[in-house]
Protein backbone atom coordinates (compact mmCIF):
# COMPACT_ATOMS: atom_id res chain seq x y z
CA UNK A 1 0.00 0.00 0.00
CA UNK A 2 1.49 3.25 -1.18
CA UNK A 3 0.75 6.40 1.52
CA UNK A 4 1.38 9.73 1.56
CA UNK A 5 4.28 10.63 3.88
CA UNK A 6 2.16 13.44 5.81
CA UNK A 7 0.31 11.85 8.70
CA UNK A 8 -3.12 11.86 9.31
CA UNK A 9 -5.59 11.63 12.00
CA UNK A 10 -9.16 10.62 12.08
CA UNK A 11 -11.32 11.47 14.48
CA UNK A 12 -15.12 12.27 15.18
CA UNK A 13 -16.51 15.98 13.65
CA UNK A 14 -16.71 18.66 16.23
CA UNK A 15 -19.16 21.66 15.42
CA UNK A 16 -15.54 23.47 14.79
CA UNK A 17 -15.26 21.14 11.63
CA UNK A 18 -18.57 22.69 9.86
CA UNK A 19 -16.89 25.12 7.70
CA UNK A 20 -13.81 22.61 6.66
CA UNK A 21 -17.02 20.18 5.77
CA UNK A 22 -18.35 22.94 3.84
CA UNK A 23 -15.40 23.03 1.25
CA UNK A 24 -14.63 19.01 1.21
CA UNK A 25 -18.45 18.82 0.01
CA UNK A 26 -17.76 21.49 -2.65
CA UNK A 27 -15.37 18.80 -3.91
CA UNK A 28 -18.33 15.93 -4.51
CA UNK A 29 -19.94 15.02 -7.79
CA UNK A 30 -23.61 14.81 -8.42
CA UNK A 31 -25.22 12.12 -6.28
CA UNK A 32 -23.40 12.94 -3.34
CA UNK A 33 -26.39 13.67 -1.04
CA UNK A 34 -25.43 12.54 2.25
CA UNK A 35 -23.01 15.78 2.49
CA UNK A 36 -24.47 18.67 0.32
CA UNK A 37 -22.16 21.76 0.56
CA UNK A 38 -25.00 23.25 2.89
CA UNK A 39 -23.66 24.92 6.05
CA UNK A 40 -27.25 24.28 7.87
CA UNK A 41 -27.33 20.99 6.61
CA UNK A 42 -24.20 19.91 7.64
CA UNK A 43 -24.55 21.70 11.03
CA UNK A 44 -27.46 19.22 11.63
CA UNK A 45 -24.88 16.33 9.93
CA UNK A 46 -22.45 16.86 12.87
CA UNK A 47 -25.62 17.50 15.48
CA UNK A 48 -26.37 14.08 14.57
CA UNK A 49 -23.05 12.67 15.02
CA UNK A 50 -22.47 14.16 18.60
CA UNK A 51 -25.65 12.40 19.59
CA UNK A 52 -24.46 9.40 18.39
CA UNK A 53 -27.40 8.39 15.58
CA UNK A 54 -25.10 8.82 12.65
CA UNK A 55 -21.35 9.33 13.52
CA UNK A 56 -19.47 11.06 11.17
CA UNK A 57 -15.51 10.68 10.84
CA UNK A 58 -13.36 13.30 9.96
CA UNK A 59 -9.65 12.61 8.07
CA UNK A 60 -7.08 15.89 8.79
CA UNK A 61 -3.25 15.92 7.83
CA UNK A 62 -1.46 16.23 11.02
CA UNK A 63 1.80 18.00 9.71
CA UNK A 64 1.62 21.56 11.40
CA UNK A 65 2.49 23.17 8.18
CA UNK A 66 -1.17 22.38 7.39
CA UNK A 67 -4.27 24.79 9.13
CA UNK A 68 -5.74 23.29 11.36
CA UNK A 69 -8.97 23.08 10.13
CA UNK A 70 -8.39 21.35 7.12
CA UNK A 71 -10.43 18.43 6.52
CA UNK A 72 -9.31 16.35 4.01
CA UNK A 73 -11.91 13.41 3.95
CA UNK A 74 -14.96 12.27 6.00
CA UNK A 75 -17.03 8.70 6.34
CA UNK A 76 -19.72 8.48 7.87
CA UNK A 77 -22.53 5.37 9.23
CA UNK A 78 -26.07 5.51 10.69
CA UNK A 79 -26.13 3.62 13.80
CA UNK A 80 -29.71 2.15 12.48
CA UNK A 81 -31.64 2.76 9.66
CA UNK A 82 -35.44 1.03 8.89
CA UNK A 83 -36.32 2.70 12.55
CA UNK A 84 -39.59 1.48 13.52
CA UNK A 85 -39.69 4.04 16.28
CA UNK A 86 -39.93 6.79 14.25
CA UNK A 87 -41.75 4.91 11.54
CA UNK A 88 -39.17 5.45 8.81
CA UNK A 89 -38.16 2.54 6.93
CA UNK A 90 -35.15 1.77 4.72
CA UNK A 91 -36.20 1.73 0.91
CA UNK A 92 -34.68 -0.51 -1.78
CA UNK A 93 -35.90 -2.33 -4.67
CA UNK A 94 -35.25 -6.28 -4.02
CA UNK A 95 -34.82 -8.15 -7.54
CA UNK A 96 -36.68 -11.57 -7.16
CA UNK A 97 -36.30 -14.20 -9.83
CA UNK A 98 -39.35 -15.97 -11.52
CA UNK A 99 -39.67 -18.75 -13.94
CA UNK A 100 -42.46 -18.86 -16.50
CA UNK A 101 -42.21 -21.84 -18.39
CA UNK A 102 -45.43 -23.33 -21.37
CA UNK A 103 -44.33 -27.67 -21.63
CA UNK A 104 -46.45 -27.39 -24.33
CA UNK A 105 -44.34 -24.52 -26.53
CA UNK A 106 -41.00 -25.80 -24.83
CA UNK A 107 -40.64 -22.46 -23.47
CA UNK A 108 -39.06 -22.00 -20.22
CA UNK A 109 -37.73 -18.05 -19.19
CA UNK A 110 -36.42 -16.86 -16.22
CA UNK A 111 -37.51 -12.63 -15.48
CA UNK A 112 -36.16 -10.69 -12.83
CA UNK A 113 -38.34 -7.64 -11.68
CA UNK A 114 -37.90 -4.97 -8.86
CA UNK A 115 -40.17 -4.88 -5.94
CA UNK A 116 -40.67 -2.11 -3.79
CA UNK A 117 -39.00 -2.68 0.09
CA UNK A 118 -39.32 -0.74 2.76
CA UNK A 119 -37.59 -2.39 5.85
CA UNK A 120 -37.28 -2.00 9.87
CA UNK A 121 -34.26 -4.30 10.62
CA UNK A 122 -32.15 -1.52 11.63
CA UNK A 123 -29.28 -2.07 9.92
CA UNK A 124 -25.85 -0.17 10.32
CA UNK A 125 -25.70 1.81 6.96
CA UNK A 126 -21.96 3.11 5.79
CA UNK A 127 -21.50 5.66 3.56
CA UNK A 128 -21.11 9.27 3.29
CA UNK A 129 -17.42 8.56 2.15
CA UNK A 130 -15.49 11.20 0.52
CA UNK A 131 -11.61 12.39 0.19
CA UNK A 132 -10.77 15.60 -1.32
CA UNK A 133 -9.32 14.95 -4.83
CA UNK A 134 -5.84 16.88 -4.16
CA UNK A 135 -5.31 13.63 -1.75
CA UNK A 136 -6.05 10.77 -3.53
CA UNK A 137 -4.00 7.94 -5.06
CA UNK A 138 -1.87 7.92 -2.09
CA UNK A 139 -3.68 4.93 -0.13
CA UNK A 140 -5.17 7.58 2.50
CA UNK A 141 -8.87 6.34 0.87
CA UNK A 142 -8.28 3.02 2.12
CA UNK A 143 -7.43 4.20 5.72
CA UNK A 144 -10.27 6.48 5.37
CA UNK A 145 -13.18 3.88 4.60
CA UNK A 146 -11.87 1.59 6.91
CA UNK A 147 -11.45 3.93 9.93
CA UNK A 148 -15.45 3.11 10.10
CA UNK A 149 -14.66 -0.49 11.14
CA UNK A 150 -12.49 0.45 13.67
CA UNK A 151 -15.35 2.29 14.58
CA UNK A 152 -17.32 -0.44 14.93
CA UNK A 153 -14.70 -2.66 16.56
CA UNK A 154 -14.24 -0.22 19.36
CA UNK A 155 -17.58 -0.33 20.33
CA UNK A 156 -19.88 -3.33 18.23
CA UNK A 157 -22.60 -3.31 20.60
CA UNK A 158 -23.57 0.20 19.74
CA UNK A 159 -24.11 -1.00 15.97
CA UNK A 160 -26.24 -3.65 14.53
CA UNK A 161 -25.18 -7.13 14.02
CA UNK A 162 -25.79 -6.14 10.28
CA UNK A 163 -23.58 -3.62 8.28
CA UNK A 164 -24.77 -2.89 4.83
CA UNK A 165 -23.43 -0.20 2.00
CA UNK A 166 -25.09 1.43 -0.68
CA UNK A 167 -23.18 2.54 -3.54
CA UNK A 168 -23.28 4.96 -5.66
CA UNK A 169 -25.20 4.18 -8.98
CA UNK A 170 -24.39 5.08 -12.40
CA UNK A 171 -24.85 8.81 -13.08
CA UNK A 172 -24.28 10.53 -16.21
CA UNK A 173 -21.86 13.80 -16.41
CA UNK A 174 -24.17 16.22 -15.91
CA UNK A 175 -26.34 14.15 -13.30
CA UNK A 176 -28.70 12.05 -14.87
CA UNK A 177 -29.25 8.83 -14.23
CA UNK A 178 -30.53 6.58 -16.76
CA UNK A 179 -32.43 4.33 -14.53
CA UNK A 180 -34.16 7.38 -13.22
CA UNK A 181 -35.10 8.27 -16.31
CA UNK A 182 -36.58 4.92 -17.27
CA UNK A 183 -38.44 4.77 -13.96
CA UNK A 184 -38.78 7.32 -11.04
CA UNK A 185 -39.71 9.91 -13.11
CA UNK A 186 -42.92 8.72 -14.46
CA UNK A 187 -44.00 8.72 -10.89
CA UNK A 188 -42.01 11.86 -9.19
CA UNK A 189 -42.75 14.25 -12.07
CA UNK A 190 -38.88 15.57 -10.93
CA UNK A 191 -35.67 14.89 -12.40
CA UNK A 192 -33.30 12.63 -10.41
CA UNK A 193 -30.71 15.50 -8.16
CA UNK A 194 -33.97 16.64 -6.81
CA UNK A 195 -35.43 13.62 -6.44
CA UNK A 196 -32.52 12.38 -4.45
CA UNK A 197 -32.22 15.42 -2.68
CA UNK A 198 -35.47 15.26 -1.45
CA UNK A 199 -34.70 11.66 -0.08
CA UNK A 200 -31.95 12.53 2.01
CA UNK A 201 -33.96 15.29 3.97
CA UNK A 202 -37.55 13.75 3.88
CA UNK A 203 -38.46 9.81 3.16
CA UNK A 204 -42.25 10.07 3.35
CA UNK A 205 -43.01 10.97 -0.53
CA UNK A 206 -41.58 7.61 -1.41
CA UNK A 207 -44.21 6.03 0.22
CA UNK A 208 -46.52 8.16 -1.21
CA UNK A 209 -45.86 8.05 -5.14
CA UNK A 210 -42.95 4.80 -5.42
CA UNK A 211 -45.49 2.38 -7.69
CA UNK A 212 -46.15 -1.11 -5.53
CA UNK A 213 -46.19 -3.24 -7.84
CA UNK A 214 -43.26 -5.25 -9.55
CA UNK A 215 -41.18 -3.50 -12.20
CA UNK A 216 -40.17 -6.32 -14.77
CA UNK A 217 -36.96 -5.50 -15.42
CA UNK A 218 -36.79 -6.80 -19.69
CA UNK A 219 -39.72 -4.38 -20.42
CA UNK A 220 -37.17 -1.71 -19.65
CA UNK A 221 -34.83 0.15 -22.02
CA UNK A 222 -31.67 -1.70 -22.94
CA UNK A 223 -29.60 1.59 -21.23
CA UNK A 224 -31.84 1.58 -17.87
CA UNK A 225 -31.74 -2.26 -17.57
CA UNK A 226 -27.82 -2.42 -17.92
CA UNK A 227 -27.63 0.35 -15.26
CA UNK A 228 -28.90 -2.03 -12.19
CA UNK A 229 -26.41 -3.00 -9.87
CA UNK A 230 -23.26 -1.16 -11.53
CA UNK A 231 -21.73 1.60 -9.52
CA UNK A 232 -20.20 5.05 -10.81
CA UNK A 233 -16.51 4.79 -11.74
CA UNK A 234 -15.83 7.03 -8.92
CA UNK A 235 -17.11 4.47 -6.40
CA UNK A 236 -15.80 1.19 -7.92
CA UNK A 237 -12.39 1.29 -5.87
CA UNK A 238 -14.78 1.54 -2.93
CA UNK A 239 -16.47 -1.66 -4.19
CA UNK A 240 -13.25 -3.65 -4.28
CA UNK A 241 -12.15 -2.61 -0.57
CA UNK A 242 -15.80 -3.63 0.50
CA UNK A 243 -15.77 -6.82 -0.84
CA UNK A 244 -11.99 -7.82 0.15
CA UNK A 245 -13.49 -6.68 3.66
CA UNK A 246 -16.43 -9.60 3.44
CA UNK A 247 -19.11 -7.50 1.93
CA UNK A 248 -20.99 -9.47 -0.79
CA UNK A 249 -24.32 -7.85 -3.22
CA UNK A 250 -27.18 -8.33 -1.38
CA UNK A 251 -30.84 -8.44 -3.98
CA UNK A 252 -31.25 -5.22 -3.41
CA UNK A 253 -30.13 -2.02 -5.39
CA UNK A 254 -31.18 1.65 -4.70
CA UNK A 255 -34.25 2.86 -5.87
CA UNK A 256 -33.23 6.34 -7.53
CA UNK A 257 -30.35 5.31 -9.64
CA UNK A 258 -30.24 1.13 -9.26
CA UNK A 259 -26.84 1.37 -7.64
CA UNK A 260 -26.12 -2.09 -5.93
CA UNK A 261 -25.86 -2.70 -2.34
CA UNK A 262 -23.59 -4.38 -0.05
CA UNK A 263 -23.92 -6.91 3.04
CA UNK A 264 -21.61 -8.22 5.56
CA UNK A 265 -22.21 -9.15 9.12
CA UNK A 266 -19.98 -7.17 11.68
CA UNK A 267 -18.20 -9.37 13.30
CA UNK A 268 -17.38 -11.54 9.69
CA UNK A 269 -15.61 -7.18 8.32
CA UNK A 270 -11.96 -8.08 7.86
CA UNK A 271 -10.80 -5.11 10.16
CA UNK A 272 -13.03 -5.73 12.92
CA UNK A 273 -12.17 -9.43 12.77
CA UNK A 274 -8.36 -8.84 12.72
CA UNK A 275 -8.66 -5.49 15.66
CA UNK A 276 -7.26 -6.50 19.32
CA UNK A 277 -6.81 -4.82 22.45
CA UNK A 278 -3.66 -4.69 23.68
CA UNK A 279 -0.96 -2.04 25.68
CA UNK A 280 0.97 0.12 23.71
CA UNK A 281 4.96 0.30 23.71
CA UNK A 282 6.17 3.18 22.75
CA UNK A 283 9.73 3.39 21.08
CA UNK A 284 11.14 6.85 20.03
CA UNK A 285 13.37 6.39 18.00
CA UNK A 286 11.58 3.74 16.53
CA UNK A 287 13.81 1.20 15.99
CA UNK A 288 11.51 -1.95 15.11
CA UNK A 289 9.43 0.38 12.74
CA UNK A 290 10.54 -1.54 9.45
CA UNK A 291 9.72 -5.02 11.00
CA UNK A 292 5.48 -4.03 11.54
CA UNK A 293 2.77 -4.44 9.67
CA UNK A 294 0.65 -1.70 8.14
CA UNK A 295 -1.91 -1.07 11.04
CA UNK A 296 -4.68 1.10 12.20
CA UNK A 297 -4.82 2.29 15.40
CA UNK A 298 -7.07 3.52 17.78
CA UNK A 299 -7.26 5.06 21.50
CA UNK A 300 -9.13 3.17 23.80
CA UNK A 301 -10.22 5.96 26.37
CA UNK A 302 -10.96 9.18 25.54
CA UNK A 303 -12.14 11.15 22.37
CA UNK A 304 -11.91 7.99 19.27
CA UNK A 305 -8.70 8.99 17.56
CA UNK A 306 -7.19 6.80 14.31
CA UNK A 307 -3.90 6.81 12.73
CA UNK A 308 -2.33 4.59 10.30
CA UNK A 309 1.37 3.27 11.28
CA UNK A 310 3.64 0.46 11.49
CA UNK A 311 3.20 -1.93 14.44
CA UNK A 312 4.94 -4.18 16.06
CA UNK A 313 2.38 -7.01 17.39
CA UNK A 314 2.40 -10.12 19.52
CA UNK A 315 0.89 -11.34 22.17
CA UNK A 316 1.65 -9.13 25.22
CA UNK A 317 1.62 -5.44 23.09
CA UNK A 318 1.87 -3.28 19.88
CA UNK A 319 4.79 -1.39 19.62
CA UNK A 320 4.41 2.09 17.93
CA UNK A 321 6.13 4.33 17.39
CA UNK A 322 6.15 8.41 19.79
CA UNK A 323 4.43 10.57 16.87
CA UNK A 324 1.84 7.94 16.76
CA UNK A 325 1.03 7.73 20.03
CA UNK A 326 0.99 11.59 20.13
CA UNK A 327 -1.33 12.21 18.03
CA UNK A 328 -3.19 9.32 19.34
CA UNK A 329 -3.18 10.95 23.07
CA UNK A 330 -1.54 7.44 23.80
CA UNK A 331 1.23 6.75 26.74
CA UNK A 332 3.47 3.69 26.76
CA UNK A 333 1.14 1.15 28.16
CA UNK A 334 -1.84 2.44 27.74
CA UNK A 335 -4.52 0.38 25.59
CA UNK A 336 -4.94 0.86 22.57
CA UNK A 337 -7.35 -1.33 19.28
CA UNK A 338 -4.73 -2.49 16.42
CA UNK A 339 -6.38 -4.18 13.41
CA UNK A 340 -3.29 -4.62 10.53
CA UNK A 341 -4.22 -4.49 7.39
CA UNK A 342 -1.89 -6.75 5.73
CA UNK A 343 0.79 -4.83 4.45
CA UNK A 344 4.29 -5.30 5.05
CA UNK A 345 6.21 -2.02 6.08
CA UNK A 346 9.65 -2.62 5.29
CA UNK A 347 11.32 0.26 3.31
CA UNK A 348 7.77 2.14 2.69
CA UNK A 349 6.32 5.13 4.03
CA UNK A 350 2.82 5.25 5.83
CA UNK A 351 0.79 7.41 7.82
Known sequence: MTTHRTPVIIRLATPHDVDGLIELAKTAGYGFTSLPPCASKIERRVEASISGEEP????????KTFAQDTVIGCAGLTRQTGRPDIAEP?????????????KRLGVRTEVDSLHLSADYDGSTLIGTLLLHPDWRGRGLGRVLSLSRFMLLASAPKQFSPTVIAELRGVITPNGQSVFWEAVGRHFFQVDYATADRL?????????????RHPIYIPLLPVDARQAIGEVHPDTLPAKRLLEAEGFYRAS????????????????????????S????RVLDPPDDRDRGEVCLVANQTGTLRIGCTSALIDDSHALIDLETARLLGVEDGGTILVS????SVRNKEVS
Do not use: Q
Open 56 to 63: LLVMFPAD
Open 90 to 102: FYAYRIERSIHES
Open 199 to 211: SAEDKRFIAALMP
Open 252 to 275: MVDIFDAGPMLRCDLHAIRTVKRA
Open 277 to 280: SVPA
Open 340 to 343: PLGT
